[in-house]
């Protein structure tokens, strides 16, 4: 599995700074935005893959750990940075944890949503890579 942080372009000034996301900045198209904000305590997030759909991981405010996992490997990542995303591709177990208080998750998403793209249950996430040989 392949960890892909993205700097998030800026502008610089000192009444203060502005990321600018735009065609050339992350591999996809967006065709979604959406994001997390007041998360209860000790609350688990996403614990989903998609069979195509890919993330751009945004902690705006505050911060969170991604943990990510491929049916072999798995990865946490610490996001503190709004100058800094994460892409999660697609067949990518994803859960995110511990939220500071305060934390906003923008999620910038490839494709509208799609139940029909969701792997919910991890035990069916793994089957779904064995059947598609997705785990050579």
Excluded at 82 to 107: D, H, Q, R, T
Aim: aromatic content about 10%; overall charge negative; hydrophobic content about 40%.
């Amino acid at each position: 599995m392949q960890l892909t942080i993205i700097d998030i372009p800026k502008v610089e000034d000192p009444t203060g700074n502005v990321g600018i996301i735009e065609k050339s900045t992350i591999p996809f198209e967006i065709k979604r935005v959406f994001y997390l904000y007041d998360i209860a305590d000790g609350a688990t997030r996403g614990r989903h893959a998609h069979k195509t759909l890919q993330q751009f991981i945004i902690a705006i405010s505050g911060s969170f750990e991604v943990v990510m996992k491929d049916g072999k490997d798995e990865l946490a990542v610490f996001l503190d940075n709004p100058a800094k995303g994460l892409l999660v591709k697609n067949n990518i177990w994803s859960e995110l944890k511990n939220f500071s208080p305060g934390a906003v998750c923008l999620v910038l998403a490839s494709d509208v949503y799609d139940e029909g793209d969701y792997l919910r249950n991890y035990d069916e996430y793994i089957s779904y890579l064995n059947s598609n040989n997705l785990l050579d």
